[in-house]
C-alpha cells in the first residue's frame, strides 16, 4: 500500500515549500474564476476573458522593465482594457467581438515592445516565456496576501451584483425594463473581470487564466443549469484540475526526457479541456435518455 | 532598406498582407475575432513542436492550425462557439508549453515566432509562403458569394441551399492556412491585429462589400510596409509597429465613420 503511495506522490510532495505555495495560490484562483467565469460563460464573454489575460502579460511586461511588483503592471493594464472595450464596446455581440479584438491587437503589440525592451535592458532572455506562459512553481510566498485581496474584491463585486447580473444576463430587455441600469451592472462585471484575469494570469500565466475561468465554468453549466450551483461545481472542477496537474508535474521531473520537468500549466489545460469534453457526453446521454 | 537581403522581406511580407486583408475581410463581417486570435497563437505549438522534433517549421504551423481550427468547429458545432474557440486555444498553448519545456533552444526563437522578426526572412521561406497564398486566393475567389451570404444573412444562405456549418469550416480553413504562412514575418501573436485591424477600417470607409475588400487589402499593405520600415530604422520589433498602426489605423476609421454620418444628417 504505502509502495503505491510513494509511486504517485513521489518523494518531499508534502513537504515542499513551493507545492503548498503552489497549491494554496491555485486553489485561491480557482475559486475566484469559477464565481467570475459562470457570467463570462453565460454572457458569451470568453474573448474579452482571454484579452483581459493577454493585456494583463504586457503590464506585466511593462512592470518588469521598470522594475515595479508585477502584480501593478498586471492589474493597472488589465483595468486599462476593460475600459477601454466598455468606452470602444458597442452594445451587439459582433461589434464586442471586434472592440475587444482592435484593444487586443493594440495591447499585444505593446507587448512586443516591453519584451524585447526587457531583453535588452535586462539581458533576461526567459521574460518572454516568464510573463507569457507563467509558472505556478515560481510564485514567492509575498505575494499571497495582495492576491487574496483582489480576489475577494473581485468576488465581492460578483456577489453584490449577483441579481441584477443574472436578470441582465439572461435576458436584458426584461432587466432594463425592471429599472436595472444594465450597461453600469454590465460595467461593474467587467472590473470583477479584470480584477480576476489579472491576479489569475499574474500567478499562474495567461494561458492558464483562460482555461480556469472558462473551462470549469464551461464543464459546470452543462451539468447544472443554476448559477449558484454552477458555481460551486466549477470551483471543485478547477481545484481537482489545479491539484492534478500540480502533482502530476511534480512527479513528470522523474519522467523522460531526463533533467525535463513537464509544465503545470499542460497538465491543468489538458484536465479541464478533457472534463469539457467529457460532460460534453455526459450533457447529450442525459439529453438523450 | 531596400538592399540584397531586406527583398525577401519585401516580398513575404506583401503576399502576408495581402493575405491577411482577404481572409480579415470575413473575419470582420463574421464577427470571429476570436477565431482570428486563437487558430495563428495556438498554430506558435506546432512551430515549437516542429523544433522539437526537427521538422520545417512550416509543417508544425499547418498542422496545429488546422487541429486548431477543426477542433473550434467541432467543438463550436456542439456547444458555446466562444467556450470552444477558447478552450481549443488554451490546449494548443499548453501543448507549445510542452514542447518549449522539453527543447533546449528556446527563448530567442519563441520571441521571434510570437512577435515576427524582419530580418530573419530567408529566401526559401518564400516558395512556401507563396504557394499557400495562391490556394487562399484560389478558395476565396471559388466561396467568394456563398461565404458572404452565409456569414450576413445566414437563414437566407441555408435556404438557398448554402449550409452555415459547410461554410463555417471553409472559413476555419481559410484562416489556419492564412496563419500558416505568418510565422517569418509577423508572428502568430500579431497577424491578428492586421487580420482585424485593417478590414474594420476598411468597413468604417465604405459599405460596398467587394470596395472594402479591395480597401481592406490595401490598408494591410500600407500597415505591413510602414510597419517594416519604421522597424527597419528603429530597431524596435515589428510587432509593435503591426499592432498600433492597425489599431490606429481602426480609430481613424472610427472617426471618418462619425464625421461623416454627421454631414449626412445635417442638411
Known sequence: MSDAVKAVFETGFFTDQPVHVALAVGTVVA???AAVGVFTVMRGQSFAGEALGDLG???????????????????????????????????????????TG?????GLGLAALFLYLDTTYHNTTGATITVLFGSLFAISSSTIVPVAALGAAALAIVLMLYRPLLLSTVNADMAAARGVPVRLVGAGYMLALALAVAL???????????????????????????????????????IAAVW???????????????????????????LIFLSYVASGLVARRRGRS | ????????????????????????????????????????????????????VGVNVFVGLGVFSLLGALSIGVLGRRGRHDVGTALSLVMMLGLGALFLALSDEYAQQAYSLLFGEV?????????????????CVLVIALLYRPLTLSSVLGEVGEARGVSRWRMELCFLVLVALASTMTVPVVGTLLIFSLMVGAPAAARSFTANPLLALALSVALALAI?????????????????????????????????????????ASP
Open chain 1, 57 to 99: 502579460a504586457t503590464g506585466g511586461s511593462a512592470a518588469f522593465l521598470l522594475d515595479v511588483g508585477p502584480l501593478w503592471g498586471f492589474t493597472l493594464m488589465s483595468l486599462a482594457g476593460a475600459a477601454a472595450m466598455e468606452l470602444i464596446g458597442i452594445e451587439r455581440p459582433r461589434g464586442r467581438d471586434l472592440a
Open chain 2, 1 to 52: 532598406m531596400f538592399s540584397g537581403f531586406m527583398v525577401n522581406t519585401w516580398t513575404v511580407a506583401s503576399i502576408v498582407a495581402v493575405i491577411a486583408g482577404l481572409v480579415g475581410f470575413f473575419v470582420v463581417l463574421r464577427g470571429s475575432a476570436f477565431v482570428a486570435h486563437a487558430v495563428p497563437s495556438g498554430s506558435f505549438a506546432g512551430a515549437a513542436g516542429a523544433s522539437l
Open chain 1, 102 to 106: 482592435i484593444v487586443l491587437g493594440a
Open chain 2, 224 to 264: 505591413v510596409w510602414a510597419a517594416i520600415a519604421a522597424s527597419y530604422t528603429t530597431n524596435y520589433p515589428v510587432g509593435f509597429f503591426v499592432g498600433t498602426i492597425s489599431a490606429a489605423t481602426y480609430a481613424l476609421g472610427r472617426v471618418w465613420a462619425a464625421a461623416h454620418r454627421r454631414r449626412s
Open chain 1, 200 to 238: 489569475a494570469a499574474m500567478t499562474i500565466g495567461a494561458i492558464l487564466s483562460t482555461a480556469l475561468l472558462i473551462g470549469p465554468a464551461a464543464t459546470a453549466l452543462r451539468l447544472t443549469a443554476r448559477p449558484g450551483r454552477a458555481m460551486l461545481v466549477a470551483a471543485l472542477i478547477g
Open chain 2, 119 to 135: 530580418l530573419g526572412v530567408s529566401s526559401n521561406e518564400l516558395a512556401p509562403t507563396a504557394g499557400l497564398a495562391l490556394v
Open chain 1, 244 to 270: 492534478l496537474g500540480v502533482l502530476l508535474a511534480y512527479d513528470s521531473y522523474y519522467w523522460p526526457p531526463a533533467q525535463h520537468g513537464w509544465p503545470v500549466s499542460f497538465f491543468v489545460v489538458t
Open chain 1, 31 to 33: 475559486v475566484i474564476t
